[in-house]
Nanobody, 125 residues
Framework: QVQLVESGGGLVQPGGSLRLSCGFS????????IGWFRQAPGKEREAVSCIGSRASSTYYANSVKGRFTISRDNAKNLVYLQMNSLKPEDTAVYYC??????????????????WGQGTQVTVSS
């Protein structure tokens, strides 16, 4: 059974940086595309970023392009989301999720079979 565990969230000032990590276990990470999603209070969950199994494909939401970078280390079973120039509107619970296909598809929730429990990111002065 695949398990995903996020870490690295916290409180940061506007303009600051955080790096989220997603630990993967249970199967071969090489077989999965990994996505990052977020959900702010009172809002629907939205896709943030995705990386294909060999890092051959990536996706970024327009709202984070140029500020966030997704990467993966399959040998360590880890996927990262480096978040720079954070804004208050980035405040949300961030989730990583696993899609059993090698490339990022439409990056919609229904494509992802496994989800982590989430990590809170709060951007505030």
């Amino acid at each position: 059974q695949v398990q995903l565990v996020e870490s690295g969230g916290g409180l940061v000032q506007p303009g600051g940086s955080l790096r989220l990590s997603c630990g993967f276990s249970g199967e071969d990470l090489n077989d999965y595309a990994i996505g990052w999603f977020r959900q702010a209070p009172g809002k629907e969950r939205e896709a943030v970023s995705c990386i294909g199994s060999r890092a051959s494909s990536t996706y970024y939401a327009n709202s984070v392009k140029g500020r966030f970078t997704i990467s993966r280390d399959n040998a360590k079973n880890l996927v990262y989301l480096q978040m720079n120039s954070l804004k208050p509107e980035d405040t949300a619970v961030y989730y990583c999720a696993a899609d059993p296909h090698p490339v990022c598809g439409l990056v919609q929730s229904h494509e992802y079979d496994y989800w982590g429990q989430g990590t809170q990111v709060t951007v505030s002065s």
